[in-house]
């Protein structure tokens, strides 16, 4: 493909990228193809000869396009959302162009300088103390692929510290913490590293949080039988129900046990810091004091494409002595003298994207306004469907709503006051059914977790096109199938009693 | 942003990067700034409110551009390549257009369906054996971010499976395998998992291929003295030199020891085996036939932008064993029932870009007859240049060309017969000479290694639009400063000498 060609080919990319964007509204959220589908529409070789990029272009929109699932769909609420704008996706598009790798400084000095610059301004946007700022010099701000490896990387740097600070420990009495809602990313680092790992019970009754005792309990019984904790993973915003663990609490502790690394995951919640009113409530003045590291991914709530893992240390020095491996082939003038940031050794791999630039494209087209604009939208859309919720008869929120998430479930009105109250199994069953008819649908979409052993649903808002007028809609598809599947449930139940 | 502002604004990116690629050329290869250089033009803070995208477009061009080394510029010989093609830049496009992660095959089935597909496409296209493909279900190939997740992948995969067949082995007691001209991913790997790492010499006689007699003296001494090795990274194509490690002959060792995983890391010289008369020389018979794993970097030699790091493993349950954690909110009818391939299983991180479809419309666009084309006149070019230097009276070849990749230093003719030869000393300070003088130009760019003591100059070829006009020009460039190098060395040298 020469230039030329290369023009004409994304000029019509970019138009039925617009057309996509214009007609996102009409498609079905969920794809609606059976495994194996693609085997039987491409060859099981790769063409001899180079073919037209007009044929594949069609391809891809005759094959691809309908095995995709459409997470920018407005009536898309699983998981957590992905975050995808125009500005990122220029991004994203000046990145791949050029194809920097920027492992070291001088390998493209533009990709680590906008990215210690970038990360700066983030920090700024969410209110982060000057102590996890690039320019102070100590600290500093590095993009990652993922949450799971930014955590990857922050367990490895709070191994070696421990180590270096403990020279007689044995990395089998190591132990991470985690809570029993820590995203499954604490429990993959444990596996990676082969590290044992205490994942500390959570309640209901605390909306999930950890708090001092527990915590404290937990360190205390393990210094009993000489097990080493060296760091806690605290999460800002679980991924099953938005649960925010006590910081305050965790960071009295850690006042006592200066060996535990705290690591804040805020993958998912960690974005709105951006909005002042909710800086209290996420902690970010006890983050500021103590965290050792925070992690928030802007590629989920935060408007920009994947992958944009931000991470923050305190201590810069934590990373590269735990992961600075330099062969002849990567030693340059300016990385001997450490005068500049050689960001390869702050994380996994050698190569990386050109990232920041998304993020930067980002900042700088919605402004601090314009993206707390965004993330304020998200909350008050949320905010609508929970008051719904909480006020139906057939539904009930699981646990208060947590930003833009709802956890709910039905939990059916009792028809006589003598009736005896469902049991949790029947409750769970019941549910069961209704998230099975919710599944089937193609219209929207939702995902299920447990809480607990509270089976229930979630709806996470985040979709930039996602309007009043969508809450609505899901709220009433929600309704209508939990009416459906409490009279379906009663029937059966029902039936069974007369039966008997 | 609105749908008709991206239009424009996109248009107005593709017309850049055309004028881009259309004056790549005249460009220097490398930047010229100097550290710290963005923060003067860039502020401290994201802006309050939204820029228009104009403003930042052009400040892309005014502040970034200068900062960029041009890695597609063809005299770019340093490090090894980074793929960038039209194709590849289209298949990030429409990837980041519509923002699916693809950790689960329900979240975008065709993410995952592709991915299978296309994995089975380029190892058709290397030769690779049906054992390693997906459609038949006991082996696969997934996509990574770089050769080094695909290492740590691997390392964690191999201590899982020789934990569980010695479960009375201690951590302590593994250790990995690599040789002394390894990449560093290896040695990260072991920093990352805290695991012993054994790096077995290889010599300059053997091309600094690791050989039957060092692999089998390494495990007898270590099996003498209670360690484990439990995995080797064997590598086809070195950093330093393009060394290819003698597979045959590990083959016949790893016969006696069935618990060593071997690894091969192709990451760079890899997609040669895509043309059959290479596939002798890089051992593909025994990476078909007993090889754990195989990695290759399409990102660097392979005409697909970063990243698309190539894994392939024997064994998939391998891989997903040692990997897998499936919370609740992620569990999927068809991911239970086990009919489809659940990739996030299958490497470190959750989240993932559809990165299978930039690997697709390559090979498509190029076929296999043009994939071929590219690499071949990558080697012809290659070979130009080593002619060159064999046949020059200032240079000399350190090792037999490889592939795409010479690497040569200076070797000064003798003036008089009876004049003693040069230390080893005095040719690596005067080839740092010559390096410190090639790097301080900016109309070429190369990069400097070191094999077993020698410094030496490396010169990678692979930017698209390199030919024999600028292998001519960049050997009249090296020539020239090897002349003025060896004159200024004489002369002080003299100097020094007659002064005594």
């Known amino acids: 493909m020469d230039i030329e060609q290369f023009r004409k080919a994304d000029y019509q990319a970019i138009d039925r990228i617009c057309d996509y964007y214009y007609s996102l509204q009409e498609r079905s959220v969920i794809s609606t193809v059976e495994p194996g589908y693609l085997r039987k529409h491409i060859p099981l070789s790769p063409p001899g000869e180079g073919e037209d990029f007009q044929v594949i272009a069609d391809d891809y929109q005759k094959y691809i396009m309908p095995g995709l699932t459409h997470w920018q769909h407005p009536s898309f609420f699983a998981y957590f959302p992905t975050a995808c704008t125009f500005e990122g996706i220029l991004g994203d598009l000046y990145a791949s162009s050029t194809a920097n790798p920027g492992f070291n400084w001088s390998s493209s000095p533009a990709c680590t300088e906008l990215e210690a610059i970038v990360m700066d ?3 700024d946007l969410l209110g982060l103390s000057s102590a996890f700022s690039n320019q102070a010099g100590v600290g500093g701000g590095v993009l990652q692929t993922t949450a799971s490896d930014s955590a990857l990387v922050v367990v490895v740097a709070a191994r070696a510290l421990y180590m270096r600070d403990h020279p007689d420990a044995k990395l089998e009495d190591l132990v991470m913490y985690t809570t029993t809602q820590t ?19 959570v309640k209901l009754d605390h909306g999930f949080a950890l708090r001092e005792d527990a915590l404290r309990d937990a360190l205390e019984s393990d210094a009993k039988i000489g097990r080493k904790p060296f760091i806690l993973i605290a999460t800002v915003g679980s991924t099953s129900s938005g649960a925010i663990d006590n910081l305050a609490d965790i960071r009295k502790v850690a006042e006592d046990y200066p060996s535990l690394w705290v690591h804040v995951d805020a993958a998912w ?26 992690c928030t991914n802007f590629h989920k709530w935060g408007l920009v494409n994947f992958d944009c893992s931000a991470l923050w240390v305190r201590d ?50 919605f402004g601090v306004a314009g993206f707390q604009q965004y993330i304020r939208q998200c909350i008050a859309l949320n905010q609508k469907f929970a008051n719904l919720v ?59 977790t447990s809480l607990n052993g509270i089976f229930c649903v979630r709806l996470a808002v985040g ?6 007028g969508h809450i609505q809609e899901a709220y009433n598809i929600i309704i209508e199938e939990a009416k459906f599947a409490v009279q379906t449930w009663e029937q059966t139940v029902n039936g069974v009693a007369t039966v008997g």
Chains 1, 2 share one sequence.
């Open 183 to 201: 995203h499954s990313l604490g429990s993959k680092a444990a596996l990676v590293l082969g590290l044992q790992v205490r994942s500390i019970e």
């Open 316 to 365: 810069r020095k934590n990373l590269t002595n735990a992961l600075d491996i330099t062969p002849i082939f990567l030693r340059t003038k300016h990385g001997d003298a450490g005068t500049v940031i050689d960001y390869r050794n702050w994380h996994l791999g050698l190569g990386r994207r050109f990232r920041s630039l998304k993020l930067w494209f980002v900042l700088r087209g």
């Open 390 to 448: 909480d006020a139906s008869d057939e539904l009930s929120l699981v646990t208060k709503p947590s930003l833009a998430l709802t956890v709910f479930r039905i939990v059916p009105k009792l028809q006589e006051e003598n009736q005896p109250s469902l049991s949790l199994d029947s409750l769970n069953d019941l549910n069961r059914v209704f998230f099975g008819r919710l599944s089937a649908r193609h219209d929207i979409m939702l995902t299920q």
């Open 269 to 294: 919640a960690g974005v709105a810091l951006s909005c002042p009113e909710y800086r209290c409530e996420l902690y970010l003045d006890d983050i500021n004091s103590f965290a050792h590291s925070f």
């Open 121 to 123: 301004w983030a920090g």
């Open 463 to 468: 979709a930039a096109r996602t309007n009043e």
